[in-house]
């Protein structure tokens, strides 16, 4: 049977359900237990302030008649599902819902284990609210019909919603700016699959929106359509943090469509991702990494390969200044150009790979040193040597190694800028031991350990809230929301480490509720990775 098959009988058998469900509409409080599933929503429903809701898992809510849910300012919705039960957020027929509006700013909402489907709005729109969403999936919703015009069909927060967005998947949808969008807030993006979307406009992937500095890291987006789309589209904050992402196989078709576009950022740091198989048509002026209006970024250890695009895979306007390219790896992208139309010192540009590009080409002002050129660049310590890539055919970018087991040593070992040294070999990564490598392994970089002490939820603050969220992780909850990896210390959550400790538990938590009593000394910091400031 097809997979078109297959969702058309479960959508059947939900239809079939609704028809015998308990009707709810109004305020609810207190437990929606599993023994009165499946329930029909006949009305608007919301949770009043200072109540809290609790959904079981395995509920079913069927939601007629154009309604929503609204969690309002100081309420809680806890609708915790499991790995094997689900809860589900669904149309009693397609696309007659709103969705789940999220608008609480003094409570943890937790969204976990749920399904969200067939809204013809945002499937979950967070204003003021940073609840926690994971392991969820958002599918099949449609924001185009929908009364709340806001921007982003899967997951929307504004208005300083600093959302913990971690572990979902979110697909098969459609609309206007994105699958996930934010506009003044600062969320957690973090390992979420966002697939086989179709967007009019906006990004294919997250839209970030002005006010706005999450840290996007380690997600999946690939198979997404769109017009006028890139994948990551960014604008107007300093800070931006886009690390280890996968982003394949998208295609847009219009003069916006970048695989990252940044505009008018300051200090945003892209790093470590890879960018494969990604297509656009009928684009000008526009590359696979877009500086516009943006100083001072930091593109840095990415694998861009096998890319189609209208202009250059590295793209900026008159008006960016002081990036930093350094140790990428270009490979096989068919672009009208390298670096065509760069402004003058638009960026610093070294221990880079340019291989087998078409054509093979760059701009009048491109500048790179210590970098390797097919076919040759002018620059001090350029080279135009086979790169000798592990198994460039089957995406192995690594550089050969004979102490790593390979025939043959790549010349780009030790070859980077003397300026950045490497003092160790890693197969699985950088392998020179002298200076740093060309390419994307070579000359690795941490993330910055960039925190607020005692902001264990990371919404911005320290608060009462925070020692809810860190009581309920020490039961087994969800972990602390924030993690960084120091250079001579395990990785551990530093927002929860208030005693100096360099270590997370229950310490923490005593010493936490004396400080907010009033009674205790300040938190500290652990003294091996403070925080910025």
């Known amino acids: 049977m097809t997979k078109i098959g297959i969702l058309l009988l479960v959508a059947f058998a939900f239809l079939c359900s609704a028809s015998s469900a308990d009707d709810i509409a109004g305020a609810l409080t207190g437990t929606l237990p599993l023994s009165g599933s499946p329930y029909l929503v006949t009305d608007d429903i919301y949770v009043l302030s200072e109540s809290t809701l609790t959904i079981e898992p395995g509920v079913v809510l069927f939601f007629s008649g154009y309604t929503k849910f609204t969690v309002t300012n100081g309420a809680t919705l806890l609708a915790i599902g499991t790995e094997s039960d689900s809860i589900y957020f669904t149309g009693d027929s397609l696309y007659e819902w709103f969705g789940l509006k999220l608008d609480t ?20 729109i967070c204003r003021r609210s940073s609840p926690e969403i994971s392991h969820c999936m958002i599918r099949y919703c449609d924001d185009q019909s929908g009364p709340s015009q806001n921007f982003g069909y899967g997951i929307t927060c504004g208005w300083q919603s600093n959302a913990i967005i971690r572990d979902n998947t979110i697909m098969s949808n459609w609309g206007l700016d994105g699958p996930i969008a934010t506009s003044e807030s600062d969320p957690i993006i973090e390992n979420n699959l966002i697939v ?68 008018q950022l300051d200090n945003a740091v892209i790093i470590n991702n890879y960018i494969a198989f990604d297509t656009t048509e009928i684009a000008r002026h526009v590359g696979l990494i877009h500086f516009f209006n943006s100083n001072n970024c930091l593109v840095q250890g990415n694998v861009i390969v096998n890319n189609h695009c209208e202009d250059s895979p590295i793209f900026g306007n008159e008006e960016s200044i002081k990036n930093v390219i350094a140790n990428n790896t270009i490979y096989g992208n068919t672009c009208v150009a390298i ?12 221990n880079n790979i340019f291989w087998n590009n078409f054509p093979n080409r760059l701009g009048p002002n491109a500048y790179f040193t210590f970098s390797n050129f097919m076919g040759g660049f002018p620059g001090t310590g350029n080279t135009e040597l086979d790169p000798l890539f592990r ?33 160790s070999l890693e197969c699985s990564g950088g392998l020179g031991t002298i200076a740093a490598d060309m390419g994307a392994y070579g000359g690795q970089i941490q993330l910055p350990c960039t ?44 927002e929860a480490d208030l005693n100096a400790s360099c270590d997370v538990n229950g310490l923490d938590v005593t010493y936490f509720v004396n400080y907010l009593k009033g009674i205790g000394p300040f938190m500290l910091h652990c003294l091996s990775c403070p925080p910025p400031g």
């Open 391 to 423: 198994d460039a055919d089957n995406g192995d970018f690594h550089l050969m190694s004979i102490a790593c087991g390979d025939a043959l040593n790549s010349p780009c070992i030790d070859s980077g800028s003397p300026d950045f040294s490497e003092d």
């Open 105 to 124: 700013s003094e409570t943890v909402s937790i969204l976990r284990y749920c399904v969200i489907e067939y809204s013809s709005d945002t499937g979950i």
């Open 339 to 350: 670096t065509d139309t760069l402004p003058e010192g638009m960026f610093l540009g070294f």
């Open 196 to 263: 086989s979307n179709n967007s009019i406009s906006g990004a294919l992937g997250i839209l970030v929106g002005f006010g706005s500095s999450p840290l996007i890291i380690g997600n999946t987006i690939t198979q997404n359509r769109g017009t006028w789309s890139d994948v990551i589209t960014a604008f107007g904050e300093d800070g931006l943090i886009v690390a280890g992402n996968t982003i394949t196989g998208n295609h847009s078709r219009g003069s916006r469509s970048s695989a990252i576009n940044c505009g």
């Open 451 to 494: 925190y607020v002490i005692g902001d264990v939820n990371h919404n911005g603050s320290a608060a009462g809230t925070d020692v809810v969220y860190f009581v309920n992780y020490l039961k087994g909850g969800y972990p602390p929301a924030y993690f960084c990896d120091c250079s001579d210390i395990h990785a551990f959550f530093l």
